[in-house]
């Protein structure tokens, strides 16, 4: 067998440098700064503040909705703010997928965010950076803790029906379904815990939560029949009730207090603490508010990580709703 000539390798040595230089440089393209708009829009996040908290100082609710908002676009090709547009007659968005139609709200309060930030510097806030502030906004406005927002995400041109209706957990996931839907975008079973404490804000619709209150067995009782009153059998769909039953506008520990009591409102609630893996870190967070917030934060800036648009990829929109 004649011996390899060791210069045939070259060129693919050559094109693995290269590959292997333009992934570095993605990799570090792809990092988010907070100080990003402190030139280019220094009044950026008083902007934001201002705006959630005369919103949710209007309405409590639109706290947790906007923090849904950014959990909702995070998972769904990362976060890029595809979750804000709009369907056209040639284009499909995120808003008619199942864990968002009639659900997902919040939108008119990021237009109102985005208008004045146009007004204030045109062209530099990115929608995907909005939705990441608001977020943080919202839990502080509730009472929660703050956490350092990293910024310079950029806005998709591209949306996915199809991710929505699949990588956003449903209510009635098992732990595992949890685990492995937070896995796949780069979280842990811990990072899943301490997200799922956003629940202690926020309301669900009974066709979310329907099943539970009639067919699991894992529920106190008069939990259940106090439900069932706002949540028939059949009908009522849209009926509210809050997450946390106990502290329903207040970004708190109380969600993981109501677990070990039975009372998680959806089956994907009470399944983080149900004789599996996670029971011991709801009990932690049960009796210890501070480790949950810190918890939480960190858990949140880590979420915000995944896979943003950054450098020349994507856009700056102009109008949040649709593609330049």
Known sequence: MAPQNSSSSLPSKISFMFLLFSFLLSTASAQLSST????????????IKSAVNSAVASEKRMGASLLRLHFHDCFVQGCDASILLDDTATF?????????????????????????????CPGVVSCADILAVAARDSVVALGGSSWTVLLGRRDSTTASL??????IPAPTSSLSQLIQAFSNKGLTAKEMVALSGSHTIGQARCTSFRS???????????????????????GGDNNLSPLDVTSPTSFDNAYFK??????????????????????????????????FKTDFGNAMIKMGNISP?????????????KVN
């Open 309 to 321: 648009l950054t450098g020349s990829s994507g856009q700056i929109r102009t109008n949040c709703r």
């Open 162 to 167: 199809s991710a929505a209706n699949t990588d």
């Open 212 to 234: 539970r209150i009639y067919n699991d067995t894992n529920i106190d009782s008069s939990y259940a029949t106090s439900l069932q009153a706002n949540c028939p059998s059949t």
């Open 92 to 120: 499909t968005g995120e808003k008619t997928a199942n864990p968002n139609v009639n659900s997902v709200r919040g939108f008119d309060v990021v237009d109102t965010i985005k208008s004045q930030l146009e007004s204030s």
């Open 36 to 47: 990003y708009y402190s030139k280019t829009c220094p009044s950026a996040l008083s902007i």
């Open 258 to 291: 109501n677990l070990l009591s039975k009372k998680g409102l959806l089956h994907s609630d009470q399944e983080l603490y149900n004789g599996g893996s996670t029971d011991s870190q709801v009990t932690t967070y049960s009796s210890n508010l501070q480790t």
